[in-house]
């Protein structure tokens, strides 16, 4: 199951200890002076763009998805991503897949939830042709593929090997480390309706939990809807 924790965050030291992340933000920006403002001077920044301040705190994620959504996550380069490799494991999991209508307005979304009858050729056994609940033959088809898997491995392939025949919807774990101003920029992109359900869902998960690290910022912004920076 798709999944996000929050797993590192910057901490002031020296004169910035003990100070919250929208303090040090606000106590960078105004070159080492310290004053609290409850999360004001980080809001002007935003508002009138000045982003470097918010450079200058970290977060870092650890994220389940599949790869097919993990792929999209390492389209934004200014987070920085360590994955788990499956080079070491041979554990296998596979997220859900949900069936979605194709948008017939909008070419980048999809809409409803739907489970056709397909026709697929049963190239085990017969070669015929056959009728399906797309659930159905979807979840044979992953037990067949990770059946394969694991025998390739009890017969001796190495696993950088055996999981080349792994399907996109296979489980993987990644870290992403960022600043707040990368993962505002991630949100603002993720969180559009432009954007994958299944990444949508994560990127709220992401900003939740910004949300609780710096709630004035936070509340000052829609950043729900994206497209706010």
């Given at each position: 199951?798709?999944?996000?924790?929050?797993?590192?965050?910057?901490?002031?030291?020296?004169?910035?200890?003990?100070?919250?992340?929208?303090?040090?933000?606000?106590?960078?920006?105004?070159?080492?002076?310290?004053?609290?403002?409850?999360?004001?001077?980080?809001?002007?920044?935003?508002?009138?763009?000045?982003?470097?301040?918010?450079?200058?705190?970290?977060?870092?994620?650890?994220?389940?998805?599949?790869?097919?959504i993990a792929r999209q996550w390492l389209r934004h380069s200014s987070l920085?991503?360590?994955?788990?490799?499956?080079?070491?494991?041979?554990?296998?999991?596979?997220?859900?897949?949900?069936?979605?209508?194709?948008?017939?307005?909008?070419?980048?979304?999809?809409?409803?939830?739907?489970?056709?009858?397909?026709?697929?050729?049963?190239?085990?056994?017969?070669?015929?042709?056959?009728?399906?609940?797309?659930?159905?033959?979807?979840?044979?088809?992953?037990?067949?593929?990770?059946?394969?898997?694991?025998?390739?491995?009890?017969?001796?392939?190495?696993?950088?090997?055996?999981?080349?025949?792994?399907?996109?919807?296979?489980?993987?774990?990644?870290?992403?480390?960022?600043?707040?101003?990368?993962w505002l920029s991630f949100l603002n992109v993720r969180l559009d309706h432009?954007?994958?359900?299944?990444?949508?869902?994560?990127?709220?998960?992401?900003?939740?939990?910004?949300?609780?690290?710096?709630?004035?910022?936070?509340?000052?912004?829609?950043?729900?809807?994206?497209?706010?920076?």
């Open positions: 199951m798709s999944k996000i924790e929050l797993v590192t965050r910057t901490e002031g030291v020296g004169k910035y200890k003990g100070m919250t992340s929208e303090d040090i933000i606000s106590a960078i920006a105004r070159h080492g002076v310290i004053k609290e403002d409850n999360g004001k001077l980080v809001k002007y920044l935003m508002t009138n763009k000045h982003w470097s301040p918010l450079d200058m705190i970290n977060f870092g994620f650890e994220v389940t998805t599949s790869r097919a920085k991503p360590q994955e788990h490799s499956q080079r070491y494991s041979d554990k296998v999991e596979f997220e859900t897949i949900e069936l979605r209508k194709e948008d017939k307005v909008n070419r980048q979304s999809s809409i409803e939830i739907f489970n056709p009858v397909i026709k697929y050729r049963d190239f085990i056994n017969t070669g015929d042709i056959f009728t399906s609940k797309s659930d159905v033959i979807i979840s044979e088809l992953l037990d067949f593929v990770e059946s394969v898997y694991h025998g390739l491995i009890e017969a001796g392939v190495a696993k950088e090997c055996a999981r080349m025949i792994l399907p996109e919807c296979t489980s993987t774990t990644l870290t992403f480390n960022g600043s707040l101003r990368s432009h954007a994958q359900k299944e990444i949508v869902d994560l990127a709220y998960l992401i900003g939740k939990e910004l949300e609780q690290e710096l709630p004035n910022v936070f509340k000052s912004i829609d950043w729900e809807k994206g497209m706010f920076m």
